[in-house]
């Protein structure tokens, strides 16, 4: 750490961030082999299936990053069975205590001081521990691991499926599976990708999800009721910690940027495909 360095406030835990590190990683390889596969009548799709080692290649690649989000999600659902246990005690205070990622009315009153806040017609609000969208991008990892995920395991193994449902319902889960997953890539890979790293008082990147830690003054002005709340409980210092060296951020920028950068790229190259070679 640098002379007169502050410390700094440990805002995620080691799993959390490696969790979120490994589920880019699956996400983009999903993203990539699945929309190679989706517009495989396009030039740019017959390129990427080429450096992938053909189309059969790319499916292989996918069905092992889809294993990696299963896992992922598996990981985190356990973690929180060990929190409730070993931070809350019961179920209630995990999912309806104030740093709930729950839907709550506070982050219904909160929107709506945003939306004034967007158009200069109040003041900007006073976040607490999560967000409303982040709340949104939480829960959209459940309907997406439901959605995506099961339609597509019924693509994996449709002799074992079919067992039990009739054979048209394939037909189904593959317009699921494929219009769901357009869905999720284009909303993580600009909404998502804008509310993280784009907005002004984060642009053009935030690394406190790589980093797990974030400047003090910073956090106090973007999350000044948790601040609060932390500082009245006496709990802020318990979560203060000394900055990582600057290679450790330069190697969490590089990670961004690359994830940044593939997903515009993948966002272009849908547009393409669905605007001048769409069937």
């Not at 983009?28 to 495989?40: N, P, Q, R, V």
């Not at 809350?88 to 990622?101: A, E």
């Not at 709506?112 to 969208?133: D, E, I, Q, V």
């Not at 993948?266 to 393409?272: A, E």
């Amino acid at each position: 750490m640098k002379a007169g360095q502050k410390k700094q406030v440990v805002r995620f835990s080691r799993l959390n961030r490696t969790l979120h590190v490994i589920m880019i990683i699956s996400f983009m390889s999903l993203a990539l082999t699945g929309m190679t596969l989706k517009f495989s009548y396009t030039g740019w799709a017959s390129f990427l299936a080429h450096l992938l080692g053909g189309f059969e290649s790319a499916g292989f690649i996918h069905r092992f990053a889809a294993v990696l989000m299963f896992g992922i999600f598996t990981t985190h659902i356990v973690d929180l069975f060990r929190r409730k246990k070993r931070e809350f005690g019961t179920w209630k205070n995990l999912l309806f205590g104030p740093n709930t990622l729950l839907p709550m009315k506070q982050d219904w009153r909160e929107f709506k001081a945003s939306m004034k806040w967007f158009l200069n017609l109040g003041p900007r609000p006073a976040y607490g521990r999560w967000t409303y969208w982040e709340k949104f991008d939480y829960f959209a990892v459940f309907w997406g691991v439901s959605a995506i995920g099961s339609t597509g395991l019924m693509l994996w193994f449709p002799e074992f499926f079919t067992r039990f449902i009739p054979g048209s319902f394939l037909n189904v889960a593959t317009i699921i599976h494929s219009d769901e997953a357009l869905l999720a890539v284009g909303f993580i890979f600009t909404v998502h990708f804008f509310n993280t790293h784009l907005r002004p008082e984060k642009f053009p990147m935030d690394t406190v999800i790589f980093t797990g830690r974030i400047d003090i003054e910073e956090f106090k002005e973007e999350r000044p009721r948790e601040y609060e709340e932390l500082r009245k409980s006496g709990k802020l210092d318990e979560l203060l910690a000394e900055p990582y060296p600057d290679i450790v951020v330069r190697a969490a920028k590089i990670f961004g940027w690359t994830a940044l950068s593939l997903g515009f790229t993948i966002i272009l190259m849908i547009i393409y495909a669905m605007v001048f070679a769409y069937r």
